[in-house]
Every structure is written in C-alpha cells, then in structure tokens.
C-alpha cells in the first residue's frame, strides 16, 4: 500500500529499501512502511548511515546529512501518534511501558558492559575440536559413509538400513542435528553423526575467534530485543545466549563476581495457566514437565507409555540441562 502523502516512486523505494532492511525488521524506514508515515529518502538511507560513521570529526556536516537527520527525527515524531495507537487496540501498550521499555535501558547496558571470553581456553576448545573429529570421522567411516556431510551418502545408507522413513521431513530427508539427536536409538552410527556434526558446529561457533573482542578486550554481542517469534530476546555476534554448554565455561566473570544460574522450570506455562484459569493445563504443569504432559496429548495414539513420550515425538526438545551436567570443553572433547 503507498505511503499516504508520497508519491508511487516514493513508496517503491520505500518497499525496496525495507526488504532490504529485513533482517532488522524493526528498522525505522521498515516500521514507516506498516504505519504509512512517508520517508522521503529511503533509497540513500544506508549510504547517509555509512557517511555518519565515515565522518570526520572536524568536517562540516553536508546539506544532505542534515536533512537525513530532520528527516529521521521527524519520521520518528510521526510514529509516536500511531504506534501507541495500535498497541493499546491490541491490548498491549501497558506491557509495553512497563516491561518492554524499561528493558531497553537493560538490554542497551549488557551490550555496552559486554563479557569477558578466556582465550586460553578458546584454544582448548579448538584444539580438542581439531583433535577428535578425525577420529569420529574414523569410527563413522567404518560404517561405510566416507563423508558425514554428505546428504547424498547418509540418504543411500539410511535408505540401505531401512531406517530413512525416520529421517524424513516435509517429505525430504534431514540429517541436522535436531534430527540426529531424536533417533540416536534406530542405529550406532547416529550418535557418531551427530557428534561429528557438533564438533564441526562448535569449532566454527563465532566465540572461538577473537575478531569479536572489543578495543576492551571484551565481546559485546548484539543483543536484539523482542527478536525472536516467541517474543524473547536474540543474540549474535556470538550468540551468547544459545552457547553449546561446552562453550559456557569460555565465558569468565569479572575479578570478585560470579555466575549464577536460576530455572523456574517453566515458570511461564504456569502463569499463563493460572491467569487464563485452564485447569487442564495447569494439570499438565503440575507433572513437573509440562512440555512432556502436553506431548503425551498429541502423540496419545502414538506413544506406548509416558516415558517413551520424547523419543517417539521426535519434535520434542530435551529435558533442561542442570548444573550437574555443566563441564570443562577439555573433558568432553577427549
């Protein structure tokens, strides 16, 4: 739909410049599109962004700058009006301000704080990568596949065995390791497979390289509020918050502080069933594992006791790991 008081022109730029941008689908020419609030130089808006960060810092700002500058500062005005507008019909402007705003402060002083990462222990983690994936390689290719990342060969030798029905997704098979990690039961090379595949996962993970760490010796990843489908925050650059538990113990705190780790154990399923009164779902959270009481439901006709539940779902993630099972990358890459 064209921005109301821009030409046709206009709005094509507009349109172009937001798939562009729709990796940050919450940029601001991006957020003037759903609202229809004109932005006039969309097209040049990532060149002006690059001449600001390009800029000397004694050089006169050029006409075009200043007019960038207006010109998002009143796209932003604009917005005020009409984001509220439509967070409150959809009943979530309180939430807004009282959670999701003040987070921002929050969010803004992890990055800006940003973490300390042990090198020496980056090098643990690389060499110990380095040093058993040929041997996992070598167990597997006792099997007869030569090449574990070839989806040609794991299709031929799970067809062969009879086992590729399990593999299959969106009626193709898929060996990724969420696949892999499912049915590490059907046969021995499996958990080879998947193991192979979170070697090679982890030695390429951003973590391990210091082209991340600041002038301050620290990574500051971005974090990325309201991000992830689900609402939750994302992180990249590394993603911090989705380390591998191998790579946890790289993270070091400052001299006199700690790491603590708190699990409300799906504190949020609760919540929800007790504010919507849903006496079925507060059941399933009273078992101690919702997720697993929810499966059971779906799968009824599928599963042949509670137990088995995860296994025969296939989709369904595993337990939460606990402290009990963090430990040294030394000592599980051996």
């Known amino acids: 739909m064209p921005a109301r008081g ?10 172009s410049a937001a798939a562009a941008d729709d990796v940050i689908r919450y940029s601001l020419v991006d957020t003037c599109r759903r609202h229809e609030v004109p932005y006039e130089l969309a097209r040049d808006k990532q060149r002006l962004q690059q001449s600001f960060l ?109 086992l590729l029905h399990a593999f299959m997704k969106r009626g193709r098979p898929c060996f990724d390791k969420d696949q892999l990690k499912g049915f590490k039961h059907l046969h021995p090379v499996v958990p080879l497979i998947y193991e192979a595949r979170r070697i090679n996962s982890l030695r390429s993970d951003m973590i391990l390289t210091p082209a991340f760490d600041g002038v301050d010796g620290r990574v500051h990843p971005d974090h990325k509020q309201l991000a992830a489908d689900s609402g939750r925050n994302s992180c990249r650059h590394p993603n911090l918050l989705g380390l591998d538990r191998t790579m946890r113990p790289l993270v070091v705190p400052d001299p006199g502080h700690g790491f603590g780790e708190v699990d409300l154990s799906q504190i949020d399923i609760g919540i929800s069933a007790a504010v919507y009164g849903d006496a079925r779902l507060i059941t399933m959270f009273d078992t101690g594992d919702v997720y697993s009481a929810m499966a059971q439901l779906f799968y009824a006709e599928r599963v042949d006791s509670p137990g088995d539940v995860r296994v025969r779902a296939g989709t369904i993630p595993p337990a939460t790991t606990t402290m009990r099972d963090q430990f040294q990358p030394s000592r599980v890459l051996e």
């Open 6 to 15: 821009a030409s046709e022109a206009q709005a094509a730029e507009l349109g």
């Open 54 to 162: 390009d800029h000397g810092k004694l050089d006169a700002f050029s006409t075009k700058q200043v007019e960038y500058a207006s010109l998002d500062a009143t796209a932003a005005a604009r917005l005020y009006v009409p984001q509220p507008n439509l967070a409150a019909v959809c009943g979530s402007l309180d939430h807004l301000i009282q959670i999701e705003m003040p987070w921002t402060v929050v969010n803004a002083r992890i990055m800006w704080n940003g973490v300390w990462i042990d090198p020496q222990m980056r090098m643990v983690v690389r060499d110990a990568g380095d040093r058993l994936l040929p041997r996992v390689q070598q167990q597997i290719a006792e099997f007869g596949i030569e090449n574990e990342q070839s989806h040609q060969q794991l299709t031929d030798f799970f067809e062969q065995q009879g």
